[in-house]
């Protein structure tokens, strides 16, 4: 069922991923404030949702589904699909081609495939449980980790203005430990991207399901390892570097 499940999320993020292509720098529509006066969703947002949401609904009409702008639907199927139809939307909006599709489907064991579609870079990464992640055709496998002085690592910040100033007291201490940080602004590519090695760890918090599902499975087909320390908090590095990550971070 897992290979029938991930065709499905391959096709849906693709489908998906065309229709923000084609209308990126284009006028915005429905734009309006979610979490925060800086935390937006457009017309794009919802019509790309729209896509995927119609797509599983027809395919797998009995699979329950949670979308991050509300296209929620009940099933009993004991499947349940994590959908993030644009992570990054300010990168999307202000034409910064640094933004993906995130889409996964888990069961009562925890996410049993998930991909993560970069349409900027026509990269489509895609896991399933205990069959490996890859990159297109190429199967990834991550190293342990090196040093974690010479590591660079990717974050995120939260749009609520309390919670970015707790982050920001945060990489006072990260930041001098480690050899550099990166925010890029979409959780689904910086988890991708530790899993392709283009990173060697990450950590953020303020995450929701949909937007980290994928990612983390890919992380972990791949070799590495992730760890939610409290809800929507997430660590994730390859097994070496991991440890020394995780008591960095936590003690900061």
Sequence with gaps: ???????????????????????????????????????????????????????????????AIVAEEGGAA???????????????TINYLWAIPQWSVSVAARDAEGVLVGVVHDPSRGETFSARRGHGAFLGE???????????????IGTGFQYRAEERARQAQRLLRVLP??????????AAIDLAWVACGRLDGYFETGLNPWDSAAGELLVREAGGVVEESSPGSLIAAGPALFGPLRALVRDS
């Design 138 to 152: 190429d199967r990834l496998a991550m190293g342990p980790g090196g040093d974690l002085s010479q590591s660079l």
């Design 177 to 186: 430990a480690v050899r550099d940080l990166r925010r890029f602004g979409s």
């Design 74 to 88: 009940a099933g009993g199927s004991g499947i349940t699909w994590l959908v993030d139809p644009l992570d990054g």
């Design 1 to 63: 069922m897992s290979e029938e499940l991930l065709t499905l999320a391959l096709e849906a993020a693709r489908a998906a991923g065309d229709l923000l292509l084609e209308r990126v720098g284009r006028p915005v529509s429905g734009l309006t404030a979610k979490t925060s006066r800086t935390d937006l969703v457009s017309d794009v947002d919802r019509d790309a949702e729209a896509l995927l949401v119609g797509m599983i609904r027809a395919a797998r009409p009995d699979d």
